[in-house]
């Protein structure tokens, strides 16, 4: 018997979920495939997660006995979006064990202490300085540069909550057009491209990574993801190796993704944590021998982590807004004419301009030809 038997969850268990978006919904589609059953937790009901889960529990994060009570149901509870409040994770610790630990939460989704952890570690980030009165404008100017980027401290996603600024002035306006919360300033990093790692770590602290992803924005929503990514091998190795690191130093148990910039003169910069399962690691559902899902749900139970080795040449992953409904229901069937591409819709009934609505992947020989898939797939709808 290993040292960790006890820990382990099997099939036939339930797992809660704290939250009910998509990332939760491709949670619960591997958890169910594997024999498992889905608890989850939201104030939404008919969510993403809802629609597959086995039991869809709707109440406010903050009515932490109904946490407790939801906790109490599962063997074990995981979250698929790290804006769930801490005393929320604390309650459900109560009755079942959280995976990750509210630790982690409690770290990653406030932008000050998550720069604070990533500088005590040693891990390369951008220059910043924190703001939560007037007078620590002009000291966190000096700390970041500028231009920059004022960013809120807490619950921010997306390019939610963030302002650009060149001047004094502008921060101070910015900070104020905020709500005088809490920010971070981040001096302007000259990035040649964005990249992200995501990787998993067992209850037995084994660590596995998938290959860098190269994510291509727009308007601060996350629109193409490649696989490899542009890189040398000698950089994909420090990303690896950056991962890794965090992983082991926060103690994770279960999914994260790593944020970087590639500077323009070679350098690695972290840039954002999120505890999770993460947009650009999407593509390992249809390219990896193990989905990042799959992944979450073997860490969280104390199973063995599956093999991330990808199984294809490239790969390419391409974002669906709502506003790809503006003319209507899209014509899936265009998209799909070409049989190296995959639909994969998240089951919102509600098509918004700039709401995450599904994703399209497509396999290819190589980079460019995955790219040029995906993207005319995208183009036909």
Request: proline share 4%; hydrophobic share 45%.
């Amino acid at each position: 018997m290993s040292s960790v038997d006890h820990n382990i969850i099997r099939p036939g268990a339930a797992v809660g979920v704290l939250g009910s978006g998509q990332l939760g919904r491709m949670f619960a589609i591997a958890a169910r495939q594997m024999g498992y059953r889905v608890h989850t937790f939201s104030p939404d009901s008919d969510t993403p997660t809802g629609q597959v889960a086995d039991v869809e529990v709707t109440a406010a994060y903050e009515d932490l006995a109904a946490v407790e009570k939801f906790a109490a149901g599962v063997s074990v509870v995981t979250f698929e979006f790290e804006n769930v409040p801490f005393a929320t994770t604390v309650a459900a610790a109560k009755a079942a064990p959280v995976r990750p630990g509210g630790q982690v939460l409690h770290t990653t989704q406030h932008r000050l202490r998550e720069k604070r952890f990533l500088l005590a570690s040693g891990i390369p980030v951008a220059p910043f300085g924190e703001i939560a009165a007037e007078g620590d404008v002009a000291a966190a100017v000096k700390a970041a540069g500028l231009p920059g980027i004022l960013k809120t401290a807490g619950w921010g996603y997306d390019g939610k909550g963030q302002r650009k600024v060149a001047t004094a002035a502008e921060v101070l306006a910015a900070w104020e057009s905020l709500g005088k919360q809490p920010c971070v300033l981040e001096g302007l990093i000259d990035f040649e491209m964005e990249i992200s790692v995501v990787g998993a770590r067992g209850l037995d602290g084994e660590i596995a990574t998938w290959d860098a992803s190269e994510n291509r924005h727009v308007n601060g929503i996350l629109d193409l993801s490649i696989v490899p990514a542009g890189i040398s091998a000698v950089l994909a190795k420090e990303a690896d190796e950056l991962a890794r690191a965090i992983l082991k130093k926060l103690e994770v148990e279960g999914v994260l993704c790593v944020e970087m910039f590639v500077t323009k003169q070679g350098r690695i910069v972290v840039n954002e944590l999120a505890p999770r399962p993460h947009n650009s690691g999407h593509w390992t559902i249809d390219a990896s021998v193990t989905s990042q899902f799959e992944q979450q749900l073997r860490a969280v139970c104390g199973l063995p982590l599956g093999s991330t080795r990808r199984t294809v040449p490239a790969v390419a992953m391409a974002n669906l807004l709502g506003d790809v409904w503006e003319n209507g229901t899209p014509g899936w069937e265009a998209a799909l004419a070409d049989g190296n591409v995959k639909l994969h819709l998240y089951g919102k009934m509600d098509a918004r301009a700039g709401r995450k609505m599904g994703h399209l992947t497509a396999v290819g020989d190589g980079r460019s030809s995955a790219v040029e898939a995906v993207m005319a797939a995208r183009g036909r709808l």
